[in-house]
């Protein structure tokens, strides 16, 4: 994941942090003191971004040198070992927040992406993120996603035709949006199209949709709604599912379910950075 636009990322970050230097470890800390610290989970979680933290140690001095301990989709106990590093203090104290915040964001993601993947193992059901994403982060946390078992919707507007309600109202129709979208869009792309009722449903259909998207409904309308379907389309299921009635919605005939919480609500991991020598 060490694209142009994760070094970016990386420089951003350190700028906000540490743009005007580390007042307090530059001061404690001549140039020639050295230190060893090694970084740790500090609960069961899905290692991710890895190469991203050892990246912002190097950034910061390239003299810091970095070792991985662990793997990014690796799943890990309280006290292992993911990283460690040594080199000079201050750069090193400069870098660890940084290295952290990378770590806990997308190792947060990738461990709630496993907990949902597991969630519906042995149904046939994948679990796929949206674009609710943090601004910039959008290919590092669909990574985090992979990395924890789930799948990755679509990464940006122009990968596939995706006919939401906004669409269709402003369009005047389903069937006008859909015929809109099949004349324009490249011959790759699927048509899918979001259906709140089993009205819109049956609209879809009469479209020759290749994905329905069965947009908040309950359970028993889901299932409803896949029996009209019958195999024309695949099918979609997202809005209101929660990690507690997620079970309920990976029904025979459900292809994806789309969890925008993969990532928008993903709670950071607890990951810690310790000092173990000084000199």
Known sequence: MLTPRTSHLIDLALEEDAGLGDLTSRAIFP???????????EQPLVACGLDVAAAVFTRVDPALKVKLTAADGQRLKPGAVVLRTAGPTAALLTAERTALNFLQRLSGIATQARAFADAVDGTGVRIVDTRKTTPGWRALEKYAVRCGGCFNHRSSLGEHVL??????????????????????????????VEAKSLGEVREA????????????????????????????????????????TLRDYALPGVDVISIGA??????????????????
């Open 205 to 244: 259909l009469r479209a020759k949709a290749d994905v329905i998207l069965l947009d908040n409904m309950t359970p028993a309308l889901v299932r409803n709604a896949v029996a009209l379907i019958a195999g024309a389309a695949r099918v979609e299921v997202s809005g209101g599912v929660k990690f507690a």
């Open 163 to 192: 006919i939401k309600d906004n669409h269709i109202a402003a369009a005047g129709s389903l069937a006008k949006a859909v015929a809109l979208c099949r004349a324009a869009a490249p011959h790759t792309a699927r048509i899918e």
């Open 31 to 41: 140039g020639r003191h050295q230190s060893r610290a090694f970084i740790s989970a």
């Open 262 to 279: 993969l990532t928008h609500s993903a709670p950071a991991a607890d990951l810690s950075l310790t000092l173990t020598s000084g000199r």
